[in-house]
């Protein structure tokens, strides 16, 4: 998600963190105390641990030991906001410490409230930490030799070529296989033991723990949760409907879909807008021309930036054809283009950097850099579903599989091929660039060998103690919009939907004045804004390529199918 810039340098951080902020282990209170320097450097910044039951209906089991960290309000305190940053697999700790990010939500609450966030089970300092299922990157790399895992999947234009298809589902069983042999050996693995105690539903009830100790056993609680933390948001308020407080989500997680569909389709309906965030993408290009956006030529419409896309696609795809270990494949250029759909921002950076570099390299003119490893551990890291930002530079992380896994719903005798012929069917009616994504945590859960000491599968329509907000930007690549329109409509009155006429993951992608009013006027004077409250993005000069605006381009958003 955005966190891919906050990740980047999360990795480092972890990778050389030492000593942390003494824990207490009593198992009622948390002491607070500086963090880590490496954690955050800010001044109104403190760190702690929370001793939490690993199975909250059987304290036979032991603990856990949460790792929190919390900003102080600048004004007079009203209590905690707590905070999520998505994944899973994410780090609250290491984000939150983060100055950019405790600015925005210090904006979002007003100033009046703590903000607290913590390491969920399987992620960062908390205990249990970490999953790593493979001692190395060599021996990750090594097990998934030559199958999609670590290439993404080979196709052109709307998967139609027979060879492709062909290609793809005879790595079915041996796929599978992979997948079975990987869920043992996470099984076997430090954490092994810990995997049924990782989940949503523990990741609610942990919060709740931490919400009684700070604020008392019967305070509301303030939650914000931005892509995988809206499904800790909306699993929240139908778990504890009487303990909602000011909540926030965004970038949602359909919780009703995620608990009945099959990957697959789950799958497919989060890719719904993915495609019109492209064709946002190639629009702007076009309207900036050949000034603003050089990959354009004069007198190129957005049909012509997308030919160059294709021509990308095409190429990469015969030179894998030629050669298997070509260092780019075009299921490597859909995984790395999708996570720049996460980020308009950065849109114009990445045509003027990155698609020359690549076409540079599908054309053999620049070196592949890095041996197999480095490169499947970049790709790995680049993808973000997979969550590997939490990582370290030896092997590489499962616990976003974990928690989406853990939670998942039972799919006995679901074969990989079947998944297959579904995910061309999303190529070929859903999303024709981005409908073959591979690999995705969800799509491994049916070869997960454990699931969750508790899932929750809803009610969602349940009277809730406070309204809450559900926002969602209007062209969200994974996180649609209708979504969010989903979960409001469960939850009927007592849930307003917030959007924001804009491009990217969640609404925080792109700059709003207008998004972040309303929910400052919500955390501070409880003043809710008016249902389906549509914002533009502002300030209205903000400017995704030199001369073109986010407005300009919804204006220009081209009609025909890419
Ligand atoms: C806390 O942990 C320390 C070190 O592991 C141990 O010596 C101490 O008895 C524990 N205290 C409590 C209250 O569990
Ligand atoms: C805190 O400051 C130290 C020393 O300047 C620096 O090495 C470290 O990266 C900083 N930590 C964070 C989280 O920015
Ligand atoms: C945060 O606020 C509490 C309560 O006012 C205070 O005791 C504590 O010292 C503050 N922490 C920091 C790091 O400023
Ligand atoms: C990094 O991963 C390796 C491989 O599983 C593991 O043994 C090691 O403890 C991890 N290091 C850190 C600092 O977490
Ligand atoms: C992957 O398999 C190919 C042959 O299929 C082999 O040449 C190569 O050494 C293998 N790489 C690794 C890292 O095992
Ligand atoms: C995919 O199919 C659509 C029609 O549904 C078509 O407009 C588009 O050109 C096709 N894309 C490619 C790359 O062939
Ligand atoms: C489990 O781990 C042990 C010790 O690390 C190892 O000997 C064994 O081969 C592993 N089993 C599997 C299925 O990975
Ligand atoms: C295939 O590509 C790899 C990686 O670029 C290269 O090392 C190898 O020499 C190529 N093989 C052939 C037969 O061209
Ligand atoms: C991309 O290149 C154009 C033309 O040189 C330039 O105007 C624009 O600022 C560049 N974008 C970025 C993010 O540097
Ligand atoms: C609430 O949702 C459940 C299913 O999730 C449904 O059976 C029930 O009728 C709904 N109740 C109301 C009042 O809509
Ligand atoms: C807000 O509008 C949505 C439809 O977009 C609806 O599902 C929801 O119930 C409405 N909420 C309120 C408080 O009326
Ligand atoms: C809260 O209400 C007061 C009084 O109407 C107003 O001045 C203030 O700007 C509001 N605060 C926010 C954050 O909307």
Redesign the pocket.
């Known amino acids: 998600m955005l966190y891919r810039t906050f990740s980047s340098i999360l990795t480092l951080l972890l990778a050389s963190r030492g000593s942390y902020a003494t824990p207490s282990n009593t198992s009622s209170q948390i002491q607070w105390g500086p963090c880590d320097p490496t954690v955050s450097n800010g001044t109104s910044v403190s760190c702690g641990f929370l001793d939490v039951p690993l199975d909250y209906h059987d304290p036979s089991v032991g603990n856990a030991r949460l790792a929190l960290l919390k900003v102080n309000a600048t004004g007079e305190r009203r209590g905690s906001v707590f905070f999520n940053p998505g994944g899973p697999g994410d780090s609250g700790v290491s984000n939150l410490g983060l100055p950019g990010l405790q600015q925005i939500l210090q904006q979002y609450s007003g100033g009046v409230y703590d903000i607290v966030s913590w390491d969920p089970r399987g992620v960062g300092l908390t205990v249990p930490g970490e999953l790593y299922c493979f001692d190395s990157i060599e021996d990750y790399t090594a097990h998934f030799n030559g199958t999609i895992e670590l290439t993404g999947i080979e196709e052109t234009g709307n998967f139609t070529d027979p060879a492709d298809v062909q290609a793809l589902l005879a790595q079915g069983p041996s796929l599978q296989k992979k997948y079975d042999e990987l869920g043992q050996k996470c099984l076997n693995s430090t954490n092994g033991k810990y995997l049924k105690y990782l989940g949503t539903a523990a990741a609610v009830r942990d919060m709740v723990s931490i919400a009684n100790v700070l604020d008392g056993p019967d305070a509301p609680i303030n939650y914000i949760g931005i892509s995988y933390g809206s499904l800790i948001g909306s699993w929240f308020v139908g778990m504890f409907p009487e303990r909602v407080g000011k909540v926030v989500i965004d970038g949602i997680l359909n919780p009703v879909g995620f608990g009945t569909q099959k990957p697959s389709a789950y799958f497919a309906a989060q890719l719904e807008n993915s495609d019109t965030v492209y064709k946002g993408l190639i629009t702007g290009c076009a309207l900036s021309g050949p000034a603003g956006c050089p990959i354009a030529s004069e007198g190129d419409g957005p049909l012509d930036i997308d030919s160059k896309f294709q021509a990308l696609i095409k190429a990469a795809h015969e030179a894998t054809k030629a050669n298997a270990s070509v260092p780019l494949t075009s299921g490597v250029l859909r995984v790395e283009l999708f996570a720049e759909m996460y980020a308009p921002a950065d849109w114009s950076r990445f045509l003027n950097e990155t698609f020359p570099q690549w076409q540079q390299i599908i054309s053999g003119e620049a070196p592949a850099n890095g041996s197999l490893a480095r490169r499947a551990d970049d790709f790995v890291r680049r993808n973000p579903l997979m969550r590997r930002a939490s990582s370290n530079n030896t092997s590489l992380s499962y616990s976003s599989h974990a928690v989406t896994c853990g939670d998942a719903i039972d799919m006995p005798g679901l074969q990989l091929e079947d998944q297959f012929k579904d995910v061309i069917n999303t190529a070929r009616n859903v999303s024709h660039i981005f409908g073959t994504y591979w690999p995705a945590p969800i799509y491994q859960c049916p070869y997960w060998p454990v699931r969750s000491v508790e899932r929750y599968e809803?009610?969602?329509?349940k009277t809730l103690a406070n309204k809450i907000i559900v926002a969602s930007n209007v062209y969200d690549p994974i996180t649609p919009l209708t979504a969010a329109e989903v979960i409001a409509s469960?939850i009927?009155d007592d849930a307003v939907l917030l959007r924001l006429n804009g491009f990217g993951h969640s609404t925080i992608a792109e700059p709003s004045i207008c998004t972040v009013n309303a929910v400052a006027a919500y955390f501070v004077n409880g003043t809710l804004p008016a249902n389906n409250t549509l914002c533009e993005v502002e300030p209205a000069a903000f400017e995704l390529f030199p001369g073109v605006t986010t407005a300009d381009i919804i204006a220009h958003l081209p009609s025909f199918d890419v």
Do not use: L, Q, Y
């Not at 809803?458 to 329509?461: A, D, M």
């Open positions: 809803g009610s969602f329509n469960r009927g």
